[in-house]
């Protein structure tokens, strides 16, 4: 930009010009005058003219000097502007520069600064901005990880105690679970879906808790075994996560209106790859990671309790089941004595009175299996009971035929002894006899085999009597085998109404490490340990009044170590309804309990650890602050020295490079640039590669190790390498590397002395 008095700068110049050029020619005419004697007027100076022509030459050097004063002035004017504006220039970028390092003392970490190409001051200043800023960054992030870790810890150790507090009510249980997990995660509405598998033949889930907006729902629902998301999660045993929630999906709305959440998850409850149920979580914002991890390991723990808490149910349940059918098993047998009882007496009665024998074989006939056979085995008669039962159609299918077409081959050995027996009049055979049908199929009874004399008291016939038990036999087979399953899979064992132990299984002598022998010399007082005795008696006469126990118990084994069980205590009344036994099943959860107990004191430790840490927090706050006036005073210090290193750096004769510690170009002063024949503009900002060809990198490993950021520095040790320069030429050269570390920037600089010589 031109100042407004440029003219007159020019005018001025050349009027001095001008002058200077009229006092010369004045000069010189007097000079002239004076040497060749002429008048010192107008006429001697016409002579001179005359005499000396060259004088008209002269007479040009007030206009030639007037000219050149012009052109001096003009140039010196732009140098002047020139120079004006470039100390503007500069003025104006070190102002920018100050301002952004005050923004960066105050703490301004965004404050903005874009340096030019050769502004290295400029570079280093935005450089160490962003190291803070990053620095900033990752002690938030960290920040934020230990707050989600500790919210993660807090709510693991309330979902364990709701899990403890509601594991004998399944609903009540589900409500708390969701109602928490919904308050805890900030989600909106969630509801429980719990899988019933009863009846293998209709399994399907039940919602058995809902909750929404801060209140609990009451929206029971039943949805068929893969039906819709619920049933989808199940089936794939995977989180099923919805950000984009179809209209009308959720219908639960609050009194203050009703809106669409925006996201939705699903996660199936799992344990050992088997679904008990599936948890339905809806929020209006989509939940962060931390929190869905969180989730997940609730869905675990919800799991394993809801698992637990149906293998109780169905135990006592079937215990109670075999209980029943035990007392109804024991209530036919009974009445099938006195049947038989009054059978045989019938029976006998008949020997002595052959005239009401025909009536009462009528009678028999139309409730009871009966058939006559010969002494070989010949079948002489069936009656229709006989025939239905083992599936003949008439007398003409069976009459004649021998007994054991009617014996399974299984049966043959042990029933011929009996049938040998009886053929020679010997005593008569009564209990439980398996007929083969004519389909092949099993036909259980209670029968009795009878001899029908003669009057000379030989073997006339042997008839046969029996009822079909077959219904019952299946049952009571069918109780056997659970209760085989329940001894083989729990802890198992019978008390007198006394607490005398009276039998048990292997499962509860392997576990409290007692012979059977042993074991039953100990009353359930002696076995229990010392801390649980008063409850037990309190237990003990609740059982033994009618009412079942479940809960935890401690027992000592032989060696007097404390073993924890889950226990289910319940009594078994006789045919007089009276205290015959007390059952004992129980699940040994010893390793259980012990992390339970090791959980609660890592959770106090944790606690007293966030305390520690919270005092550490307002102590490495305050250093911190301390620390920040700190850096803020060395920062102006250090910008000092940096500034007068470089100047200083500048003028060495040696070439200087300066990288950081990925090897990119920070400094390279004009010895750099005159012995690498390279400008600072075209390498501050590269790779320190660029200055080293790779032949020279393989073939000396001082170079390599230089110029590779992840190699070791060879620093403090001057070495003579060899350097080509940008046109080819080779140079050996002495170089010295040196390493500085500041916080956690690293970098190093490697002296450049040229030791070649020429030779002429």
């Known amino acids: 930009m031109r100042p407004k008095n440029y003219l007159f700068n020019y005018t001025k110049g050349a009027l001095f010009g001008l002058l200077l050029g009229v006092l ?72 920018k520069l100050y301002r952004f390092v005050e923004k960066l003392r105050e703490g301004d970490v965004d404050a903005e600064y874009t340096p030019d190409e050769n502004d290295s001051l400029g570079k280093a200043i935005v450089s160490l901005r962003n190291d803070i800023k990053q620095s900033r960054i990752e002690e938030q992030k960290r920040k934020e990880e230990d707050k989600q870790r500790n919210w993660a810890v807090e709510g693991m150790a309330l979902f364990g105690d709701i899990l403890r507090q509601n594991n004998d009510n399944l609903e009540e249980l589900t409500f708390q679970v969701i109602k928490n997990l919904v308050n805890y995660v900030g989600a909106n509405q969630a509801a429980f879906y719990l899988v019933e598998d009863d009846d293998e033949s209709d399994v399907h889930f039940r919602m058995t808790a809902c909750y929404a907006y801060e209140r609990r729902k009451y929206a029971d629902k039943i949805i068929p075994w893969g039906d819709g998301l619920v049933g989808a999660c199940a089936l794939e045993k995977e989180k099923i996560i919805l950000k984009k929630i179809p209209q009308g999906y959720l219908n639960i709305t609050s009194g203050l209106g009703k809106a669409n959440p925006k996201y939705l998850v699903l996660v199936p409850l799992k344990m050992n790859d088997k679904v008990h149920g599936v948890i339905e979580l809806a929020s209006f914002d989509p939940l962060e990671d931390y929190k869905e991890e969180f989730i997940d390991k609730v869905a ?119 049938w040998n027996n009886l053929s020679k009049g010997g005593k008569h055979f009564e209990g439980d006899m398996k007929l083969l049908t004519r389909n092949g199929d099993d036909l259980w009874t209670i029968a009795t085999f009878t001899c029908v004399r003669t009057e000379s008291g030989g073997v006339d016939k042997i008839l046969f009597l029996a009822i079909d038990t077959t219904e019952q036999k299946q049952q009571s087979l069918d109780y056997e085998g659970q209760i085989s399953a329940l001894n083989r899979s729990s802890i198992k064992a019978e008390f007198s109404p006394t607490g005398d132990l009276i039998d048990a299984n292997e499962k509860f002598l392997l576990t409290l490490s007692y012979n059977l022998n042993t074991a039953k010399e100990k009353s359930i007082f002696e076995l229990v340990s010392e801390a649980d005795r008063k409850n037990i008696e309190r237990v003990w006469d609740d059982v033994i009044h009618g009412i079942p126990y479940e809960g935890q118990f401690r027992m000592n084994n032989s060696n007097g170590e404390v073993r924890w069980f889950r226990c289910t205590f319940t009594a078994v009344n006789d045919m007089y309804d009276e205290i015959a036994k007390v059952i004992l099943i129980a699940n040994d959860i010893t390793r259980e309990k012990l992390m339970e107990i090791e959980t609660q004191k890592q959770t106090e430790q944790l606690k007293r650890q966030e305390e520690q840490l919270r005092r550490n927090e307002i102590e490495l706050n305050k250093k911190l602050r301390e620390a920040k006036e700190e850096v803020r005073n060395q920062f102006k210090e250090i910008e000092k020295v940096k500034i007068r290193n470089e100047k200083t750096l500048e003028g060495f004769l040696d070439a200087i490079v300066t ?100 030779l002429f």
């Open 300 to 418: 675990e723990s919800v799991a394993t309790t809801i698992a637990t808490v149906k293998i109780n149910i169905r135990t006592a349940k079937l215990l109670k089941e075999s209980r029943e059918q035990a007392e109804e098993l024991a209530l036919k047998e009974e009445q099938m004595r006195q049947n038989m009882e009054e059978l045989q007496a019938t029976q006998e009665e008949a020997s002595r009175q052959s005239a009401k024998f025909i009536s009462f074989s009528n009678s028999v006939n139309h409730t009871m299996i009966r058939a006559d056979f010969g002494v070989d085995g010949t079948l002489l008669y069936a009656n229709t009971k006989f025939l239905q039962k083992l599936e003949y159609a008439s007398n003409s299918d069976v009459e004649g035929k021998h007994i054991s077409m009617f014996i399974n081959k299984k049966d043959r050995e042990w029933f011929d002894d009996i």
């Open 659 to 758: 990288t950081d510690h990925d090897g990119i170009v920070q400094f390279f002063n004009k010895a750099a640039e005159e012995l690498f024949e390279i400008s600072r503009e075209k390498v501050i900002g590269q790779s320190v590669r660029m200055l080293f060809p790779e032949e020279v990198a393989k073939s000396d490993p001082y170079i390599a190790a230089y110029i590779d950021p992840n190699k070791e520095k060879i620093t403090g040790q001057r070495k003579e390498v060899t350097i080509i320069t940008k046109s080819g030429n080779e140079i050996p050269v002495l170089m010295l590397i040196t390493e500085a570390k500041v916080g956690r920037e690293i970098t190093h600089t490697a002296f450049i002395q040229n030791i070649s010589v020429d």
């Open 24 to 95: 010369i020619v004045i000069a010189i005419y007097v000079a002239g005058i004076i040497n060749f004697d002429f008048a010192l007027n107008f006429g001697g100076v016409k002579d001179l003219h005359r005499n000396l022509p060259f004088i008209y030459l002269i007479d040009f050097i007030p206009l030639a000097l007037g000219v050149l004063g012009f052109f001096v002035y003009k140039k010196y004017s732009e140098k002047l502007i020139d120079y004006s504006e470039t100390l503007e220039k500069s003025l104006h970028k070190e102002r």
